[in-house]
């Protein structure tokens, strides 16, 4: 990691209890000179940045105080000028300071993707459609099927070349959020804070399609819209080429090839399913904790892989469900696969759910219908009041990968999500008020307006 830290050292000296910065001639380049901290022990300093892993670079010159805290270029930490250190507050600052170091630490750091199975070629075929050497502004797609991965591939690109750009922004889940109230609206304010323009305000879409178009006009933009659904999220977002400045680059994934038709998109990537080896690859990491399996376990693997029919995600799913089950497991779960010869991957996931505690089964549905996207402790804490046992059954689920969890909020891929309601609405699927959960306003206000609420239904609080 040391190689890593010789384009930012930033040397500050220590009178009494104040850090300032000192002018260090480095080669043909020198720092700037301007007081940056008042008051700020070193470990306070030390405390804040310590995150990054910088802590164990801080030591005192036992001559003159010098403290070598970071290595800094001023051509790469454009927000290290002395104007910008005028009238600022102390701790915006030093927040500036760290998300400018951090920028620049991403793309350097290795990245742990040990899971990511096939990806090399895919990603090397999305660079060479990108051309991010040309000076053009180019929208470019990333078509396929739910749960083949078009969003772990966007999101491996973005973050190896998102510190090229100007601004950059991952919108995610847009067909999701877009069908929210002003949904639209908190997308374009998302990508638009990336400016840091603390008094804009933004309300109405078309104020904000005129604000983006005028502000980012001459800037190198990156943006991703993940999970596209309609042209109307575009129109918003990043109607035409001509929005953006020199360089910039739209990804777009999405699952209705039809869509880029009506869009400005010069080339498209179709994600193919994983090929038989990658299959049994990425099945082999989650059912065997990426193992070699057994021979009694072989050709049982290759037989599961058959029917997931390559789509990382039922491949995920059913390696969780069966890791450190017996081969009668599995075999009972090959017999449902083939009971449809035309299973889809619904029905393929579904052996997961079908295969949990009743206490599981609920939390699942839980955060199918209610809880995506909240954070674990609201949702611990809710269903703790209603008599759950949430702490384990969550962890159940995320070991199992029908949850996602990023550290605070829990997620679910969208076909689990559209899985979960479905059981729900099979319950009756004439009758709202027979079933265990409702989430949509129409079905809530016929419920409540013809005082119809049933003993099936689950209330929260």
């Known amino acids: 990691m040391e190689e890593i830290w010789n384009d930012l050292k930033l040397r500050l000296f220590f009178e009494g209890n104040l850090l300032r910065t000192s002018c260090l001639q480095m080669g043909a380049s020198s720092l700037y000179v301007t007081q940056l901290f008042h008051s700020y022990l070193i470990c306070d300093f030390h405390l804040i940045l310590g995150f990054l892993g910088i802590k164990t670079l801080i030591k005192i010159h036992p001559h003159n105080h010098f403290v070598p805290l970071l290595s800094y270029n001023s051509c790469q930490f454009p927000c290290f000028k002395p104007n910008n250190f005028l009238c600022r507050r102390e701790t915006e600052l030093i927040e500036e300071i760290v998300a400018e170091v951090w920028k620049n630490l991403q793309s350097k750091l290795p990245s742990y993707d040990d899971e990511l199975v096939g990806i090399d070629y895919r990603i090397n075929s999305i660079y060479s459609l990108l051309r991010t050497n040309s000076q053009e502004v180019r929208f470019m797609s990333i078509w396929g099927m739910g749960g083949i991965g078009k969003t772990t591939l966007a999101r491996f690109v973005y973050n190896k070349i998102h510190d090229q750009y100007d601004i950059s922004c991952f919108l995610e889940n847009v067909r999701e959020v877009s069908n929210e109230r002003d949904g639209l609206l908190c997308l374009q304010r998302k990508l638009l804070s990336h400016l840091k323009i603390r008094s804009m305000r933004i309300e109405s879409l078309d104020q904000g399609k005129e604000t983006i178009r005028n502000l980012l006009f001459n800037k190198k933009v990156l943006l991703v819209l993940d999970d596209l659904s309609s042209d109307i999220q575009v129109e918003n977002l990043a109607g035409k080429p001509e929005w953006f400045g020199q360089g910039s680059r739209v990804i ?134 209603c008599d759950f046992n949430p702490l384990i059954g969550i962890e159940v689920l995320i070991e199992k990968s029908l949850v996602t969890y990023d550290g605070l909020h829990l997620g679910m891929h969208d076909l689990l999500q559209e899985m979960g309601r479905n059981i729900v609405l099979q319950q009756s699927p004439n009758d709202a008020s027979k079933r265990s959960r409702l989430w949509t306003l129409k079905d809530i206000d016929q419920v409540l307006r013809n005082n119809n609420v049933s003993s099936f239904l689950q209330v929260y609080s």
């Open 252 to 385: 777009i994934t999405t699952r209705d090839k039809h869509l880029l038709k009506s869009l400005h998109v010069c080339e498209n990537y179709d994600v193919q399913v994983l090929n038989s080896y990658e299959s049994l690859q990425l099945f082999c990491q989650k059912a065997f904790r990426g193992e070699k399996p057994e021979e009694a376990y072989l050709e049982l693997s290759r037989s599961v892989v058959q029917y997931a029919g390559g789509v990382p995600l039922a491949l995920k799913v059913l390696g969780s469900f069966l890791c450190g089950r017996s081969a009668s497991i599995w075999e009972d779960a090959l017999k449902m696969l083939r009971k449809d010869a035309q299973n889809d991957i619904c029905k393929t996931l579904r052996i997961s759910y079908d295969g949990l505690r009743d206490n599981e089964k609920a939390i699942f549905l839980d955060i199918a219908c209610f809880f995506k996207g909240n954070t674990k402790d609201d949702v611990t804490r809710i269903l703790e009041n």
